[in-house]
DNA sequence: AGCACGCCGACT
DNA sequence: GTCGGCGTGCTC
C-alpha cells in the first residue's frame, strides 16, 4: 500500500497523510496536484510532498480521491523553491502553497445533496418518515440539487441537520459531490445584503443584536463601510480583512437573513493586439552600463544597477530581456505595485508584444488560473512582468530576474501570511534556477548596496538623466525660523508660498507632498526642533497620549516626556500630527483661483477615480496636487515645476531604524518629479529640525556618503544588513496573560540568545481587533545558524504555548520585518 | 478554512 | 434550567 503525505493549502502546519488507491498508483507524483477530502466531505486541492509505504499510526487513512493531471503538477524545484520558502520564513507549507496556488485553482467543493435516483415516494420500506424528514424531502423536491445550508434557510431552522442525516442513512437522499474543472470559469465568494433593507429595518435589527454583540458591531461596521464606499457588497476575503474576521458573526448575520454568501462568477483576461517596435538605442553611458552588467554576470548571479530617476534602467532592462529571451529563456521582470507603473507594462509591450504577460492582484481569478497553467505549459510567456506573487508562477528555464526599485517596502509581504520578501524570493528562485538576478534602483536598500560593496553583487551606476533632463534644485527651508518670526502663512513658509505662486502665475503645475503618518506620533521642540528619541536605538519615540509616556517600538523602554527640551533646554516638546485634508484647505484659503485636488488613500484604491485624477493633471485642468507617499512614485507630469514638501521631519521621524533610509529615497523620489524637459525645476523642502543629518546628507547628494554614514550606526546597533532580524509577534486578548507570556519567552530565549534578544516591545499599534500585540526582536548576527536559530525559536515558543501562559496566546513569525 | 464541542452569561 | 453566542481544537 502507498501513501502519500499531502499539503493542504490552509493555514495549518502539518502534513496529511493520504492513502493512494491502486489505480493512481504511478500516476501519483512528488508535486503534483490531487483532490482529497479533508474534514468532513470538503474537498481541497492538495500539494503531495512524499510519497512512502510506512503506514500511519492512530488514524484512518483516506484515499486520494483524484489526481489533477493536465500540467497542473508543481516541478520538483518548484515545489523545493515552495519548501525553501515555507523554511525561510517559518510559515506553514500549507500557508505558503495558499499563496502560491491561484484560488480558481484551489479548489474546494460545497458538499450538496440531492434525492436519491433511485428513491421513490411511497416506497418508504415500511420506515415511518418524521414530519421533519418529510418537509425535508419537500425541499429537495422543490429545488433540487442543494447544500445543507440552503435547506436549512428555506426551512427558515436549523435543526435539520438529524432529519437529513437520517434520510441520508436511509439512501432516500444523497451525497453529491461536485468537483468542478479547473478552467471552468471559477466561482468568487461575495458577501453581501440578503435583500433590500429600510434604515428603519436596520435599526431594529441592531437593536435585536443586543445580545450577540460581534454580530452588531460587524453589522454597524458593514453599514458604516457600505455607506462610505457606496457599495452593497464585497468579495469575501476583503470582508473578513475590512469589516472583520469572526467566521461565528458572519454565519449568524446570514442564518438571520441580514447577509448572504452568494458565488458569483468571474471573467477573464484580456490580450493586446499591439504593434512590435524596434527597442530604442541606447545612449553612451546606457551602452556602458549594459557592458558592465554583462561582464558582472560572467563572474556573478547578482547585479546591482543603481540608476538616478530618469537615468533610463528601463532601456538597460529591455536590451537585457530581448538578449535573454533570443537564447530562448524566460525572465521574470518584477515590480513593486502595478497600479502606479502601467507605463513600464506599456514599454515593454511596445517592444515584445504578447510575449509579456502581466501577473498582478487585480487579476481575476480565472485569470490567474490561465496564467499559471499557461506558464506550466507548452507555450509559456517568455516574460513575465509582475508583482511580488509572480514568484509563485512555475518557470521552465529562467534566465534572468529583474527586481525594479528593489528597495521599496511594499516588496515585503506583511498581510495575510506567508510574511516573505518579494525581493529576496525572487533572488533564491533566480539562484535555484540557475537564473542571473538585476537589481535596480536609484536609492538602494542598505541590505543590497552592502551586497555590493563586498563585492557579492555586481555594482553598476547610471549617473546622469537621461535627455536634456536636469536635476532639480534642491532648497531646505527652516520652518522654525518663518514660525518665530511669525511669517507663516499657515503650513506654508514664505519661500514655498512665493515659488508656488510663480510658478501658478505661468500656467505651470505645483505638488504638494504631506507624508503620511501612520498612527504613531512624534515630540518635536518647539523650540529648536529637535525629535525625542530613544537613548538606545536612535529611532524616534511613539508618544503615547493617554499615558502620557513615550514608547520605544524597538527596545520596548518607556519613559515620561521631559517637560523641556533635552537638545536646547529651552523649548518643550509639542506633538505633531498634520494631515492632507488641512493643506488642501490652506491652499485654498491662500490659493484661492487655484485648482486643487487631492491624492490619498480613499482616491488610490479607486482605480476609476486615480485615473480619472491623473488625466486631469495631465490635461492641466488641475494646477495643484497634493498627495501622500503615492505622488512620489511612478509619475511623469511635463508641466511640474515645483515640488514642495510640506514637513519633511515626518518622513525621517519614523520609530524604525530604516526611518533615514526611506526618508532619503522618499526625498529623491519627490525630486523626481519636479522639472522633466530642458528646463530646472525646483523642490522646495520644509524642515524644522534643519540640522539633521539626513537633509545633510541629502545636501551633498552622495547616496555612498549616506550609505558609509548610517551604516556604521547600523552595524553598532546591530541591525540588517549586519544583523538579520525575527520577530516574534505574540497576541492575546488579554494584556497581563500577554505580558506575562512574553516575559517568559523572552527569558526563555535569553538563556542562550542573550543579547540577541530584544524586547518585549508594544508595536505602534498595540491592539488590534481586541487582540493585544507584543513583539520580541531577535538579531542574529552574521555566522549564526538562520536554521538553528529558527529551530531553537519555534521549540521555545511551542513549549510556551504549550505550558501554563500559552492559553489563548498567538504567535506569529516575521523574518526580515521591515 | 470550517465545523463540532464546550463554556458561560442572559432570560423564561 | 435552558438557549444561544463565542472561543478552542482538530482535521489524515
Not at 399 to 421: C, F, M, N, T, W
Not at 558 to 567: G, S
Not at 610 to 625: P, S, T, V
Amino acid at each position: 500500500m502507498q501513501f502519500a503525505d499531502i499539503i493542504i493549502p490552509l493555514g495549518v502546519e502539518n502534513f496529511f497523510t493520504y492513502s493512494v488507491p491502486t489505480e493512481y498508483e504511478g500516476t501519483v507524483a512528488v508535486g503534483g496536484l490531487v483532490v482529497v477530502s479533508f474534514v468532513k466531505n470538503k474537498r481541497y486541492t492538495g500539494v503531495v510532498y512524499a510519497l512512502h509505504s510506512n503506514p500511519p499510526v492512530g488514524f484512518e487513512t483516506r484515499p486520494i480521491e483524484r489526481v489533477i493531471e493536465e500540467g497542473f503538477a508543481l516541478s520538483a524545484s518548484h515545489l523545493k523553491f515552495l519548501l525553501w520558502l515555507s523554511e525561510y520564513y517559518m510559515a506553514p507549507p500549507g500557508e505558503v502553497t495558499r499563496a502560491a496556488l491561484p484560488v480558481a485553482m484551489r479548489l474546494e467543493s460545497y458538499t450538496s445533496l440531492c434525492l436519491a435516483a433511485d428513491w421513490q415516494e411511497d416506497g418508504t420500506g415500511g420506515v415511518e418518515l418524521s414530519l421533519m424528514e418529510r418537509e425535508v424531502i419537500g425541499v429537495f423536491r422543490q429545488n433540487g440539487e442543494i447544500c445543507m445550508a440552503e435547506v436549512e434557510k428555506l426551512l427558515r431552522r436549523k435543526d435539520v441537520y438529524v432529519a437529513v442525516r437520517s434520510l441520508l442513512e436511509q439512501g432516500i437522499i444523497q451525497v453529491k459531490e461536485s468537483v468542478d474543472d479547473l478552467f471552468k470559469p471559477k466561482l468568487e465568494r461575495l458577501v453581501r445584503w440578503a435583500r433590500v433593507f429600510s434604515g428603519e429595518e436596520l435599526g431594529k435589527i441592531i437593536d435585536s443584536l443586543k445580545r450577540a454583540k460581534a454580530q452588531q458591531k460587524m453589522l454597524c461596521d458593514w453599514i458604516m463601510y457600505c455607506d462610505e464606499h457606496h457599495t452593497d457588497s464585497l468579495p469575501k476575503a476583503e470582508f473578513t480583512g475590512v469589516i472583520g474576521n469572526s467566521t461565528a458573526a458572519l454565519k449568524g448575520l446570514c442564518e438571520r437573513g441580514v447577509l448572504e454568501v452568494a458565488t458569483i462568477e468571474v471573467s477573464r483576461l484580456d490580450s493586446t493586439g499591439e504593434e512590435v517596435q524596434e527597442m530604442h538605442a541606447l545612449s553612451g553611458e546606457q551602452e556602458r552600463a549594459l557592458e558592465q552588467v554583462r561582464g558582472h554576470f560572467k563572474e556573478r548571479d547578482c547585479v546591482l544597477l543603481q540608476g538616478v530617476t530618469s537615468s533610463g534602467k528601463t532601456e538597460v532592462y529591455i536590451h537585457l530581456i530581448e538578449e535573454t529571451i533570443r537564447q530562448g529563456k524566460q525572465v521574470l521582470y518584477l515590480l513593486p505595485e502595478i497600479a502606479l507603473t502601467v507605463q513600464i507594462v506599456k514599454r515593454l509591450r511596445r517592444v515584445f508584444g504578447d510575449r509579456v504577460g502581466v501577473y498582478h492582484s487585480g487579476m481575476t481569478d480565472s485569470a490567474r488560473a490561465e496564467m499559471w497553467r499557461r506558464q506550466n505549459g507548452e507555450n509559456p510567456y517568455p516574460v513575465v512582468l509582475g508583482v511580488r506573487s509572480s514568484i509563485f508562477l512555475p518557470y521552465r528555464n529562467l534566465g534572468l530576474v529583474i527586481i525594479d526599485e528593489e528597495h521599496e517596502a511594499s516588496y515585503k509581504q506583511k498581510e495575510p501570511a506567508p510574511r516573505y520578501h518579494g525581493r529576496d524570493a525572487a533572488i533564491m528562485l533566480g539562484k535555484m534556477n540557475g537564473a542571473k538576478i538585476l537589481l535596480g534602483s536609484a536609492t538602494p536598500s542598505f541590505e543590497s548596496y552592502q551586497n555590493a560593496m563586498s563585492g557579492k553583487y555586481g555594482f553598476v551606476e547610471l549617473t546622469t538623466r537621461f535627455g536634456e533632463v536636469m536635476m532639480p534644485e534642491l532648497m531646505f527651508v527652516d520652518v522654525k525660523e518663518y514660525r518665530r518670526k511669525k511669517m507663516m502663512k499657515g503650513s506654508f513658509t514664505p519661500v514655498l508660498y512665493e515659488e508656488m505662486k510663480r510658478v501658478l502665475e505661468r500656467g505651470m503645475q505645483v505638488i504638494l507632498f504631506q507624508n503620511r503618518r501612520g498612527y504613531s506620533t512624534f515630540l518635536q521642540c518647539n523650540h529648536c526642533g529637535a525629535i525625542l528619541k530613544c537613548k538606545h536605538c536612535d529611532v524616534s519615540m511613539t508618544y503615547y497620549r493617554f499615558r502620557n509616556t513615550l514608547n520605544c517600538h524597538y527596545c520596548g523602554s518607556l519613559r515620561p516626556v521631559p517637560t523641556v527640551c533635552e537638545e536646547c533646554g529651552q523649548g518643550h516638546y509639542v506633538n505633531r500630527t498634520p494631515g492632507t485634508e488641512r493643506i488642501e484647505e490652506e491652499v485654498k484659503q491662500y490659493f484661492p483661483e487655484a485648482r486643487v485636488a487631492r491624492m490619498d488613500l480613499e482616491v488610490m484604491s479607486n482605480k476609476v477615480k486615480f485615473r480619472a485624477l491623473i488625466e486631469e493633471f495631465e490635461a492641466g485642468n488641475l494646477d495643484i496636487l497634493i498627495g501622500t507617499q503615492m505622488v512620489s512614485k511612478g509619475l511623469d507630469f511635463e508641466r511640474v515645476k515645483l515640488v514642495g514638501v510640506m514637513d519633511a521631519d515626518s518622513l525621517v521621524s519614523f520609530p524604525d531604524f530604516r526611518a533615514e533610509e526611506r526618508a532619503y529615497d522618499m526625498l529623491m523620489q519627490v525630486s523626481g518629479r519636479s522639472g522633466r524637459k530642458g528646463e530646472q525645476g525646483k523642490v522646495v523642502i520644509q524642515v524644522a529640525d534643519r540640522e539633521n543629518r539626513v537633509y545633510r546628507l541629502v545636501e551633498k547628494g552622495s547616496f555612498h556618503g549616506f550609505y558609509s554614514f548610517l551604516s556604521r550606526e547600523r552595524e553598532m546597533f546591530h541591525y540588517p544588513p549586519f544583523s538579520r532580524l525575527i520577530q516574534i509577534e505574540l497576541r492575546h486578548v488579554n494584556e497581563y496573560s500577554l505580558r506575562n507570556a512574553a516575559n517568559e519567552l523572552a527569558r526563555k530565549l535569553r538563556e542562550r540568545l542573550e543579547r540577541r534578544v530584544c524586547g518585549p516591545a508594544e508595536p505602534e499599534v498595540a491592539r488590534v481587533r481586541k487582540m493585544y500585540r507584543i513583539q520580541v526582536l531577535i538579531k542574529a548576527e552574521q555566522g549564526l545558524s538562520l536554521s538553528k536559530l529558527k529551530t531553537f525559536i519555534r521549540q521555545k515558543c511551542d513549549e510556551l504555548l504549550k505550558g501554563e501562559s500559552g492559553k489563548g496566546l498567538k504567535v506569529y513569525f516575521d523574518v526580515d520585518p521591515l
